[in-house]
């Protein structure tokens, strides 16, 4: 019941084999320093054992324009459909693993595999991240991301939603207001 959340394309691809993608919707950040976060994938997808052969894959974060390819990826097999061509994404090479990002994604994760954990219906696949790529759209002219002007994509009990207006700020229910004078 912990409910929205990210719906992320995961790339993954074992060498002289077509690259695939899954969506994945149980993801997260597990630490800072070092940078690592995980998926949980079930052990009966097609990519599972392409993942856990190869220790590496790459997150690429769903906007509203991908919720359409995002639940094409959770609901076809890579092992009857060839995704990106279906799709007409874009492979992006990756700095650090052998697996490619998705172009039209605005954040391509790339991932090193350090730990299974076999929890039951999923696996937890424990990695860390080796780089982050960030669609230069989104920077201003300071060279600021601004992440949530991609429409950003969320998904709870069975749904894809945008995420919505911005209700605050870090801090802002403890700041303190600047008296006028």
């Known amino acids: 019941m912990l409910y929205p959340l990210p719906a992320v ?12 993608i899954l969506t994945v ?21 097609y990519s599972y054992p392409v993942i856990k052969e190869t220790g590496e894959f790459v997150v690429n ?24 061509e279906v799709l007409h994404l874009h492979e992006e090479p990756s700095q650090f693993v052998k697996v490619p990002g998705i172009a039209e ?3 391509n994760i790339e991932c090193r595999v350090t730990q299974v954990l076999e929890l039951g219906s999923h696996h937890m ?15 201003d002219d300071k060279g600021k991301f601004h992440l949530n002007k991609a429409g950003l994509l969320a998904y709870s009990h069975g749904e894809y939603h945008g995420l919505g207006e911005i209700l ?7 700041k303190k207001h600047q008296k006028r004078r």
């Open 9 to 20: 394309m995961v790339s993954c691809q074992r060498q002289g084999e077509a690259a695939n």
């Open 25 to 45: 919707a149980w993801t997260g950040t597990v630490c800072t320093n070092p940078a690592m976060l995980y998926i949980s994938v079930r052990p009966q997808r």
């Open 61 to 84: 974060l769903t906007t509203e324009k991908l919720a359409r390819a995002t639940d094409f990826c959770g609901v076809r097999s890579g092992k009857d459909t060839e995704k990106f």
């Open 125 to 139: 696949f424990l990695a860390e991240v080796l780089a982050v790529h960030v669609d230069e759209a989104y920077l």
């Open 105 to 107: 994604s605005p954040v």
């Open 168 to 174: 605050g700020t870090f801090g802002y229910s403890v």
